[in-house]
Each structure stands twice: as C-alpha cells, then as structure tokens.
C-alpha cells in the first residue's frame, strides 16, 4: 500500500491564482481530511468527508473548495490564493471520523508559498 | 467544547536525559486519547493511543497513561536520543466529534 499520497509537494503561486491540491489513498478509508500547519496553531481542520460525495466544513474553511467524488481521491482547490494561504497542507485518511480506533494516516504534505 | 492543552516547547534536552511532555484534555465522556510524532519534512505518524481509563499506551520507549482523575495524558520516556528529535502532538477523539489536535511540542535532542 502507498497509504496517502499527496501532490505536489512544493508549490509557489502568485496571488489570485488558483490550483488544487492532490490527496489519494489506496486504504479504502471513508473518512478523508485536509489540514494546514501553520507555526504556534498546530493542526487545523479545512474540510472534511465521511465518504463519496459527501463533504462538510472543518474550522477554517473559507477560500478553499473540496469534491469527493471517489473513496480513493479528496482534492482541495484554492480558487484564488491569499498570501494567507501560505501553509503547509496535509491530507489525512481513517477508518472512521470519529470514536476509540480514529487512527488517522497522515500524507506527507505540501508546502504551500503564495507571494 | 472539546480541546487539547500541551505543554509550549521548544523542549531541549541531551541525550539518555528523561522527557516528560505534558499534555491536559477537556471533554465530557470518555474520549480516546492519542500522541502523534512528526519528524523534519514529514506528515504526522501514530506514536501511540489509550482508549480507556488507566489504560498504558507505548511504543519505541515511549509510554503515557490515560488518567481520568486529572485529565491528562502525559508523554514520557525514559531516555531519549538524538533521533527522537520531532514534533509531538496530543490528541483526543470521541464519539460525534473528529479528532482534535493540541498545538504541537517540539523536541530537540543533542550529543
């Protein structure tokens, strides 16, 4: 297995550009998140899904989209990129969202500049 | 609501020295509790869990006990070493509520 795997793992934009993020897993997850890391606010949850075409706000969801159209892929787009964007991004996939066995799996990341 | 307190780094130590890091909880039940690790330039890696009270999880030398009592789940190791070096993060999960991380600790050992 490749666990999760995420693209590209560095990115510079321009501000008012877009992209997306790549985010896949091959665990047969339902559950699959995006966070950013960002220093002195450890982990914060973007958006979420708990299963194909089912998605739903994290904690800070403002200017970022998400699609699950797949269990195996959970992209994340920026529609326009913010110097606030700049971040590290991580995807992370698990059995389930909640309760005693929430082990989530972690990709490993990508780090975002936006100037 | 549900949150995780960790005690603020950087944590610096030299090598075959204890670790302690601290790490609170508020949640009402019985979450279950988690300590991730990141190592430089890599995502988060399960270290180890307890999903009960007074339950022990170790891995690698590490250990924490799930006290209910005082709401804590503190992260210890006996002697650390320079390959410990990496970021750790608390975390609590519970029924209706994803998981939700502290803010991380970082460790840093030298020879």
């Known amino acids: 297995n490749a666990g999760v795997t995420q693209t590209p793992k560095f990115q510079v934009l321009k501000t008012g550009q877009s992209m997306t993020l790549q985010c896949a897993q091959d665990?047969?997850?339902?559950?699959m998140s995006w966070y950013r890391q960002d220093p002195g606010m450890g982990l914060r949850l973007i958006h979420y899904?708990?299963?194909?075409?089912?998605?739903d706000q994290g904690e800070v969801p403002n200017g970022y989209n998400v699609s699950r159209s797949t269990t195996e892929d959970f992209p994340l787009r920026l529609l326009s990129a913010a110097p606030s964007q700049t971040s590290v991004y991580f995807c992370?996939?698990?059995?389930?969202?909640?309760?005693?066995?929430?082990?989530?799996?972690f990709g490993p990341g990508t780090r975002l500049t936006v100037l | 609501g549900n949150s995780v307190t960790q005690m603020e780094g950087p944590v610096t130590l030299s090598e075959e020295a204890f670790l302690t890091i601290n790490c609170t909880y508020t949640?009402?039940?019985?979450?279950?509790l988690f300590w991730y690790v990141q190592y430089p330039g890599e995502g988060l890696q399960l270290l180890l869990k307890?999903?009960?009270?007074?339950d022990k999880g170790s891995n690698k030398g590490f250990e924490a006990t799930y006290r209910k009592e005082t709401t804590s789940f503190h992260l210890e190791k006996g002697s650390v070493q320079v390959s410990d070096s990496a970021v750790y993060f608390c975390?609590?999960?519970?029924?209706?509520?994803?998981?939700?991380f502290g803010k991380g600790t970082t460790l840093s050992v030298s020879s």
């Open positions: 665990m047969n997850h339902e559950y």
């Open positions: 949640a009402t039940g019985y979450p279950s």
């Open positions: 992370a996939s698990s059995y389930q969202r909640t309760g005693k066995n929430n082990e989530q799996f």
């Open positions: 899904s708990v299963g194909a075409g089912i998605t």
């Open positions: 975390a609590l999960s519970q029924a209706g509520t994803a998981l939700i």
């Open positions: 307890a999903t009960k009270a007074d």
